[in-house]
């Protein structure tokens, strides 16, 4: 019973861990980080599977990366990519979700303005790594960095952030549904 169950988890969280792969990508041209439904998965991951269940599944994402799986944006993997410009937001994907996690699990989760806030406090742990990691490898001001890692992403993350809002109950649905199972 044990080893089905902890199976059964290990499955899930790399189920999570696949939807944060296959999230869309369009490439801005004029910076090295694409635009992603990433965040998106990111941010339901953290609020559905909590703190500890979120951040698992993303190391996983991160770690699959790391050893060759091509799970990173555009199909990309490994050191190099994880050393570079966005290996920043690969590392406050994890972070976030734990944070999200915690802020579900003492109920910022119930309404939809306080999961959108839970959300949001996440994205903005995304930005501070994935934006203070582009400024070093960048060697670039900050007014570039943040023209490269911010500005462009911000509309498309409030848009996201509502979404994952709205989507938040189904995802309830789906964990539920799996804990059930056990």
């Known amino acids: 019973f044990f080893f089905s169950s ?3 988890h290990t499955r899930f969280k790399c189920d999570w861990s696949s939807d944060v792969c296959s999230s869309d990508l369009i490439s801005l041209g004029f910076t090295p980080v694409p635009i992603t439904g990433q965040t998106f998965a990111v941010v339901v ?15 996983l994402y ?12 555009e199909h ?24 999200i996690g915690y802020l ?7 309404q939809v303005s306080s999961s959108v ?3 949001l406090t996440g994205s903005v742990v995304i930005y501070l790594c994935g934006n203070i990691w582009l400024h070093h490898v960048l060697h670039a001001s900050w007014n570039t960095t943040l023209t490269y ?14 979404l994952a809002g709205v989507a938040l109950p189904a995802a309830w649905k789906l964990v539920q549904r799996v804990k059930g199972a056990e």
């Open 104 to 110: 579900a699990e003492r109920g910022w989760d119930k």
């Open 149 to 162: 890692g911010l500005y462009p992403f911000v509309p498309g993350d409030i848009f996201k952030l509502y």
């Open 45 to 59: 991951v953290g609020a559905a599977l909590g703190s500890i269940r979120g951040a698992t599944s993303l190391a």
């Open 117 to 119: 806030s839970a959300m």
């Open 62 to 73: 991160l770690l699959l990366g790391l050893l060759g799986a091509p799970v990173y944006s």
């Open 76 to 99: 990309k993997h490994g050191w190099h990519v994880f050393s570079g410009a966005t290996g920043g937001y690969i590392v406050g994907f994890v972070l976030a979700a734990l944070l």
């Open 6 to 8: 902890r199976r059964r």
